[in-house]
């Protein structure tokens, strides 16, 4: 994959805060995980190109002038001409933007790529923290953010608490963005047993009234009362952003009692690969914003296993999960009580380990950068499935007919597993699928021919196998206007069931339900919303997994649903076979029952009697008991993909989307059907 990354901020030049950070961590990770990286930030002397541990950087200088305004409008449309260069040479696929500042926004309306744009702390939410005007620019800043974050193919976020806050600010729906942590810089931050601890606390960051400088100071009183010789070192560039427009150094120095002075040093700012040994050297770090989305300082303190206080308002909640770390976010007789109880718990606990394992599993960069490029492909595939044309599915039409020309065409609703247009062309009318998800093709096929070697109508490709079109799969298949007859409609959906699908193939359902097993069983992040409903389905899947039944070898359709039956009006067929799957044969009968005779919740008992019995009229070989655990285990399928998927980043179960088939619901007959007696 070819990724580019645009703001002004990358290490070691413009190393001003989070986003450097971030931005020189996914890059050379993505490099390592085998992918090219563009990186286009700002120059402070010269324009500069090179390439460093692997990634491609471009520099781009401009002057600064007194004219505010004109210079970050100039910055924007030097990045605007660079990016217009490289597209032309494809030199990336996909273009990612950090909110602040909006550097990408005079490209949009050349952009032919996806775009993602990286949550961090738009300035609309800086500004409710931060006593300070921001100056002339501060409207066009505004203008431009909320345009990128509008405009983009996908919105990632670093924090649950900065997702809500972007919520309450922007015209944006919570399911629109995916939350995904940072990674962690595990090369330069680690925990050192050769570095001696001192008597000292530590703060690093911008020295400004959102870090929580302000209150911190407040507090110091109250600690340095307690512990006369403790030390306290800031690390970070004083600003004027308080409430009094002072540098904060001056600002602090007016609150600290003058007995306490000495023990306050300020270091200013310092390279950020040499702040390990800080972190190693103190007791406790200490940072307590106001607000913050997800702070780099936190993650590397933890990774040294330093015992921290953080803010309760701020991703630190997320990051540390641990509540006795938190102070109440500007409280500054709470902020003091933190401390000292940390100060205490440092003679017991010099070395917080809890914290180191927690960066290992949750913030590795190898796993968090994994991720990020599984949303990345997938941002890039949905990207072109949206920008389908005229001339697309006529390049796919004339593969199987010489009229290709395309009098009209329409989007039909379709599946998360693919996109559905209906085409129209002077002779004839098609459907055209273009799949998201690539389903079992030559599994398909066998199903097609199995129900015609017993005289069922199937909607089959009129292509003789896929099309792969520049990267893209899509089937073509005659229209079928359908009549809606559902005369004689149970007489065939049982030949369906009765149909003999046996076949030796070894793609079980069951397999895939172990995957979604296994990734959902130990899954934090899936169990913090859905823990009532998936401790159930996985106790009734731990209770059916067993079941020889479930390893039978029959083909089903998999999704025999009202919409996938059709009738012309003369015969009838079965249409989207993209869940063809292995199971036993009356895997299809569980599906019919669940989408057939449902009822506020409930199987309706007589009808699902008057099937399983005319069933069994014909096939001896279940008994009635394997009916029930067939339905109990379909459900269970429907409810562990989905939350595999969620968890994923596939589908976010909260959207609009999925809420029109909503796993509650499933989960409520799984339920119902468990404690019902259907006999």
């Not at 309760?312 to 006795?324: F, I, R």
Request: glycine residues 4%.
């Amino acid at each position: 994959m070819k990724i580019c990354l645009v703001h002004e901020e990358y290490p070691e030049e413009t190393n001003f805060g989070g986003i450097a950070t971030y931005q020189k961590n996914c890059a050379e990770e993505y490099v390592k995980l085998g992918n090219q990286v563009t990186v286009i930030c700002r120059g402070l002397y010269e324009d500069k190109e090179y390439i460093e541990n692997g990634v491609k950087i471009f520099r781009i200088y401009v002057k600064e002038t007194e004219d505010k305004v004109q210079n970050y409008i100039e910055y924007r449309e030097r990045v605007c001409d660079l990016l217009r260069k490289l597209q032309k040479e494809k030199q990336f696929d996909i273009l990612e933007v950090p909110d602040w500042g909006a550097e990408t926004v005079f490209f949009e309306k050349y952009r032919k790529v996806p775009l993602v744009v990286r949550l961090h702390t738009p300035l609309k939410v800086w500004l409710r923290y931060n006593n300070n005007d921001f100056g002339k620019v501060k409207d066009l800043m505004l203008k431009w953010e909320n345009e990128m974050i509008m405009k983009a193919d996908f919105v990632t976020c670093c924090s649950e608490a900065l997702k809500r806050l972007i919520v309450q600010n922007f015209d944006i729906k919570e399911s629109e963005i995916m939350v995904t942590p940072n990674p962690a810089n595990i090369t330069n931050f680690y925990f050192d047993k050769k570095i001696k601890k001192q008597n000292k606390i530590v703060f690093v960051g911008s020295l400004e009234e959102r870090k929580g400088v302000i209150t911190l100071a407040e507090s110091l009183n109250t600690i340095f009362v307690k512990y006369p010789n403790l030390k306290i070192q800031f690390i970070g560039k004083d600003t004027i952003r308080n409430n009094k427009n002072i540098s904060t150094i001056k600002y602090v120095k007016e609150i600290v009692d003058k007995r306490f002075l000495d023990n306050i040093e300020f270091l200013g700012q310092i390279e950020n690969y040499k702040i390990n040994k800080y972190l190693n050297e103190a007791k406790v770090g200490v940072f307590p914003s106001l607000f913050d989305n997800f702070p780099y300082v936190v993650l590397e303190s933890m990774i040294t296993g330093l015992q921290i206080v953080g803010s309760e308002n701020s991703g630190m909640k997320e990051m540390l999960d641990d509540d006795s770390s938190l102070y109440i976010s500007g409280d500054s007789d709470d902020l003091a009580n933190k401390i000292i109880n940390k100060l205490e718990l440092f003679k017991k606990e010099p070395i917080n380990k809890r914290n180191i394992k927690r960066v290992n599993e949750l913030y590795n960069p190898t796993k968090v950068c994994n991720d990020m490029l599984s949303l990345y492909d997938k941002t890039i595939i949905n990207y072109k499935l949206k920008k389908i044309s005229k001339k697309e599915l006529e390049d796919v039409l004339s593969n199987v007919t010489d009229n290709y020309k395309i009098k009209k065409y329409k989007r039909e609703i379709g599946g998360v597993a693919n996109y559905v247009y209906k085409v129209e062309t002077v002779n004839k009318n098609y459907i055209i699928k273009k799949y998201v998800n690539i389903p079992n093709f030559e599994l398909s096929e066998k199903l097609y021919n199995m129900f015609l070697t017993n005289n069922i109508k199937v909607s089959k490709p009129i292509n003789n196998c896929p099309l792969k079109i520049n990267g893209m799969i899509y089937n073509i298949f005659e229209y079928i206007e359908n009549t809606k007859e559902d005369k004689g409609m149970y007489k065939y959906i049982l030949n369906l069931l009765l149909c003999d699908r046996k076949y030796d193939g070894t793609d079980y359902l069951i397999n895939d339900c172990y995957k979604y097993y296994e990734n959902i069983y130990s899954s934090d992040k899936i169990k913090k919303y859905f823990s009532k409903e998936l401790d159930y389905v996985l106790n009734v899947f731990d209770s059916l997994k067993n079941n020889n039944i479930l390893r039978q070898k029959y083909i089903n359709h998999g999704d025999i649903s009202k919409e996938n039956l059709i009738d012309d009006g003369k015969n009838k067929y079965i249409i989207d076979f993209d869940q063809t799957t292995m199971c036993a044969k009356i895997y299809d009968f569980a599906v019919v029952v669940v989408k057939f005779f449902v009822n506020n919740n409930y199987i309706c008992k007589t009808k699902y009697q008057q099937l399983r019995d005319e069933y069994l009229k014909y096939d001896k070989t279940y008994s009635k008991d394997d009916f029930d655990v067939m339905i109990k285990f379909y459900l269970c399928k429907i409810l562990l993909e989905k939350f595999y998927l969620h968890n994923i980043g596939t589908i976010d179960l909260f959207s609009r989307r999925q809420k029109k088939d909503y796993y509650k619901r499933y989960y409520i007959i799984l339920k119902n059907f468990c404690e019902m007696n259907y006999e």
